[in-house]
């Protein structure tokens, strides 16, 4: 069955610091990947995507992904965090010709001055 | 930039009601779905949408849960009989085909 799994619940980085958020995911085929932010009081937005072609994938808001099949993985990155990124951070794969999106857990991503 | 946007946001609703969210989805789009996530736990996906049918749903979505689009911009969710586990936050979703959804901000349902 397919799955995403998200290892950490919640990350704490300092602002300007680097950031990776972990992803796995179990699949048959080539799945569609997705990161999907929610702010408080807000709905899921659409960060990136991969469905094929070039593995790394960028985003809005400074973000990019790497989709790396031998690990399972399509990992979420940015350079420098700023405050404004403190937010839910949601990973999800997508079943073809289902319209069915499957989520991970999510991860909390908490900004220090 | 075109969102999808849900009502109410919130709604308290006694066990045993019915209550209908509504959602707007972005206006060109023709797929539609609802998720829902119950607090603590993942989004779930509950039920596609397309052509007027459903496409594909989820073993959560049972004989209590229907969708309508009633008319060329509304997309609906009713739960016929609501009960305290269907407490959770409901996002309306809405696509043009290509695999990419856009989300709702959700309406949070709180069955006493």
């Known amino acids: 069955a397919q799955s995403v799994t998200q290892p950490d619940i919640h990350i704490t980085v300092s602002e300007g610091a680097s950031l990776e958020l972990r992803c796995n995911y179990s699949?048959?085929?080539?799945?569609?990947l997705f990161w999907y932010v929610q702010s408080p009081g807000q709905g899921l937005q659409l960060l990136l995507k991969y469905f094929s072609g070039d593995t790394l994938v960028q985003g809005i808001k400074g973000f990019e992904a790497e989709f790396k099949r031998s690990q399972s993985s399509f990992n979420l990155r940015k350079p420098s965090v700023h405050w404004s990124d403190a937010a839910e951070y949601f990973c999800a794969v997508g079943v073809p010709n289902t319209g069915k999106l499957i989520f991970g857990q999510g991860t909390t991503l908490q900004v220090k001055p | 930039e075109p969102e999808v946007t849900q009502t109410p946001s919130h709604q308290v609703t006694q066990m045993g009601q019915e209550v209908i969210l509504r959602c707007v989805p972005i206006s060109n789009h023709l797929y539609f779905y609802w998720y829902r996530q119950i607090l603590g736990q993942k989004v779930e996906f509950l039920v596609s949408f397309y052509n007027n049918e459903i496409s594909e749903k989820s073993e959560i979505f049972d004989d209590q849960f229907s969708v309508e689009r009633p008319d060329g911009s509304n997309f609906t969710l009713k739960i016929r009989s609501t009960k305290l586990e269907d407490s959770a936050m409901y996002f309306c979703a809405s696509g043009s085909g290509g695999e990419t959804q856009y989300f709702g901000p959700g309406t949070r349902l709180l069955v006493l």
């Open positions: 699949y048959g085929a080539t799945p569609y």
